[in-house]
């Protein structure tokens, strides 16, 4: 059975958040990852003349969960969020964990467990769009702030997103690379991928373009968070003999004071 292609419409919100929208012409399935902003979603949905039919839900953190009872009022949306933060989710009808799956007319979606960030995020993948909602978990060019976990929860987390196929488009919850870029080359500094990926950036945010999605075969090539068994990145460190684990653990600890 061949599944319709879902429209995907990003856009910014609040500071620096993005919102995504997804949209299946055929059955009107209209889905909105997290609910950064209501207003900033409501016009979206608006503006194409869509009615929301779900919100999925990546984690508690008030930018992404803003929007949920309000565009719950306004369209009778199903929400569906993270099991492990079920009581912190506004409207909540449906709660997921890792290793869970569903389908929304017709479109298969995977739930990975990702803590670290928090203790119960999710992201949701969906495998035949080739895309993955990762909100803070994996940037690009970076990773979640550890607020709740602990490195080796991220580790796992980031692993776990690491499998997915190489061409899944990654999806972000705000537009950090940027400044990721920068403390990125602080540690590869010789990764010439890495050299001409910054440049890039750099001309995207002077044109007020947006970052993401990004793919994970190129953060595999460039984002030092998926790269700790990097012989370069290991060396720069002088962390060569050291694990994986380690590594990263060194990794994030040099980002959250750079
Ligand atoms: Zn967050």
Redesign the pocket.
């Known amino acids: 059975m061949s599944v319709n292609r879902l429209k995907a419409f990003q856009f910014p919100c609040r500071d620096d958040n993005y919102g995504v929208i997804l949209h299946d012409p055929q059955s009107g399935l209209t889905i909105s990852i997290d609910a950064p902003e209501q207003e900033a979603i409501a016009d979206v949905l608006e503006s194409k003349n869509y009615r929301l039919t779900h919100i999925l839900t990546t984690?508690h953190?008030g930018d992404?969960v803003e929007g949920n009872a309000g565009l719950k009022a306004q369209h009778d949306c199903q929400i569906i969020g993270p099991v492990e933060e079920q009581s912190r989710i506004p409207g909540i009808d449906k709660a997921v964990g890792h290793g869970d799956s569903f389908e929304l007319e017709g479109h298969r979606v995977e739930v990975i467990g990702t803590p670290g960030?928090?203790l119960g995020q999710i992201a949701y993948h969906f495998p035949d769009q080739c895309m993955a909602f990762c909100a803070?978990a994996l940037f690009a060019l970076g990773c979640g702030r550890i607020f709740e976990g602990d490195a080796e929860m991220m580790f796992t987390a980031l692993n776990r997103l690491a499998s997915l196929p190489d061409d899944t488009k990654i999806y972000a919850?705000h537009e950090y690379t940027l400044a990721n870029a920068k403390f990125a080359l602080s540690v590869d500094p010789n990764n010439e991928v890495l050299v001409t990926r910054a440049r890039e950036i750099e001309h995207l945010r002077d044109d007020g373009k947006p970052t993401l999605p990004t793919t994970l075969e190129v953060e595999k090539q460039t984002n030092p968070f998926l790269r700790a068994g990097d012989p370069a990145i290991r060396q720069h460190l002088g962390m060569e003999s050291a694990s994986d684990l380690a590594v990263f653990t060194e990794i994030r600890a040099r980002k959250d004071r750079f």
């Open positions: 984690h953190h992404h960030h928090t803070d919850g």
